[in-house]
């Protein structure tokens, strides 16, 4: 690349002067209604096409037609530009098939009869700036940004892509309205659609007296591309006025800000209720009903969209749930959890078994000792009461670990002071026995 395509970074201007920018005429048209005086040329501007004719019609060129395919048209501009720092705003239409394949070009070159009728695709050495409005890639819409100083043949290029300086991505077909790109050369180069900034760069300056053109090509499946206004602004006077984005503009002026229908990319803006009296040719009723229906179309679409994405998160959520489900009741079946349980829950009993086996011992060797004595009816009742104290106890035992565990705390605790007690109990009792037995006199026979 030259050196003249490329500056030093500039810093943005801080504070506008009080001079606003000025329409160049011979570089414009579509500011005012009919675009032709005559209906045959368009003023300042070449038309040509290959195939077909370009259509000039009051309110737009139709640069390609929606049949046939294989077409193009171009618009060049029969003056240079002298300024150096300028604005150029174009609003376009592209509407066709589904798979239409079709390019819109915008140049700024030194010598428009080198690039003619072509594209960044079949244009070879030119010098100035392209910039392509396409659907490179699959992805449903793009725009970049292209310089050449002259010594690239882009036509020869494997890898055109590698060549762009900057891109976004802009679903542009079949909108039902018409598509704003601005594109800003002020202390850089900068490029906004519809209101909101593509890409920009510090380090380009664009030489003055080089030409605007717009170009357009179609293949076999043919898009319509029809453009219905292309306004330039220079300066007003010695000083510029930085241009400042749509974005960062302040709220508030003659012109709202468009309302989006939703918020999917490339959808259209919502049209503003219009008297019958104001539509005053078939033509305008047409265009008015087709933007609205075409707008419905989105919509509908857009809602079938996101009942497909509901049905397919509810179904997530489900399938969720029910593994979630699937994974508790195995849990609480067999396998290694149910193996754990079961241990824990023999151990437990097998521990309260050998406590009151202990106690049975304790009263069984009581009941020895004194079975002949007068204690004997008192030592019945005390067995009476370990064995209801024992009945007790088995008939309250928990049958599964869900209730082992609920009755562990605090019940469990009780049941072990129950046995505790007990043992007490009967050691007292036994040591009473010994202690009388002793102090009665002895017998002999």
């Known amino acids: 690349m030259q050196s003249r395509y490329m500056s030093q970074p500039l810093s943005w201007l801080l504070f506008a002067t009080a001079t606003s920018a000025q329409i160049i005429d011979q570089l414009s048209f579509g500011q005012s209604q009919p675009l032709s005086r005559d209906g045959r040329a368009l003023p300042n501007w070449q038309i040509s096409g290959e195939n077909h004719q370009p259509q000039l019609l009051s309110d737009k060129v139709i640069l390609t037609p929606p049949v046939p395919g294989n077409a193009r048209g171009a618009l060049w501009s029969e003056n240079g530009n002298p300024n150096n720092e300028w604005v150029a705003e174009f609003e376009f239409r592209a509407s066709g098939q589904d798979m239409g394949t079709g390019n819109l070009n915008v140049w700024f070159a030194k010598e428009k009869s080198v690039i003619g009728l072509n594209s960044v695709y079949t244009v070879e050495n030119f010098d100035g700036l392209a910039i392509v409005i396409d659907q490179y890639g699959s992805t449903g819409g793009k725009v970049r940004g292209f310089l050449n100083d002259g010594s690239q043949n882009f036509k020869a290029q494997s890898a055109l892509e590698s060549l762009a300086f900057g891109h976004c991505d802009y679903s542009y077909r079949n909108l039902g309205r018409t598509s704003k790109v601005k594109i800003v050369n002020q202390n850089g180069l900068g490029v906004y659609v519809d209101d909101r900034e593509c890409f920009k760069t510090d380090h380009i300056s664009l030489p003055s007296n080089y030409f605007f053109g717009l170009t357009a090509a179609t293949s076999d499946n043919p898009d319509s591309f029809e453009v219905s206004k292309f306004v330039v602004s220079g300066a007003g006077g010695s000083q510029q006025q930085a241009y400042q984005p749509p974005q960062q503009q302040a ?17 259209p803006e919502a049209l503003p209720d219009r008297s019958a009296d104001e539509m005053t040719n078939q033509n305008e009723q047409f265009a008015d009903l087709h933007n609205r229906l075409q707008g419905m179309t989105h919509q509908v679409a857009n809602v079938f969209a996101e009942f497909d994405t509901l049905s397919r998160k509810m179904e997530e959520r489900h399938n ?34 050998r406590k009151i086996d202990g106690v049975e011992k304790v009263v069984q060797q009581v009941q020895r000792d004194v079975e002949s004595k007068d204690y004997r009816q008192h030592m019945s009742d005390l067995q009476k009461a370990v064995d209801n ?57």
């Open 251 to 267: 709220v508030g002026g003659d012109r709202p800000t468009p309302q989006k229908l939703d918020r999917f990319p490339g959808s």
């Open 320 to 353: 969720q749930m029910m593994g979630a489900l699937g994974s508790i009741q195995a849990g609480s079946g067999g396998g290694q959890g149910g193996s754990a349980v079961g241990s824990i829950e023999k151990d437990l009993l097998q521990e309260l078994k």
């Open 389 to 445: 104290v024992k009945g007790s106890i088995t008939d309250h035992l928990p049958h599964t670990m869900g209730e082992l565990i609920s009755a562990s705390a605090p019940k469990m605790g009780m049941f072990v002071f129950i046995i505790v007690a007990v043992q007490v109990m009967l050691a007292g009792v036994y040591i009473i026995y010994k202690r009388r037995r002793n102090s009665m006199p002895k017998k002999y026979l």
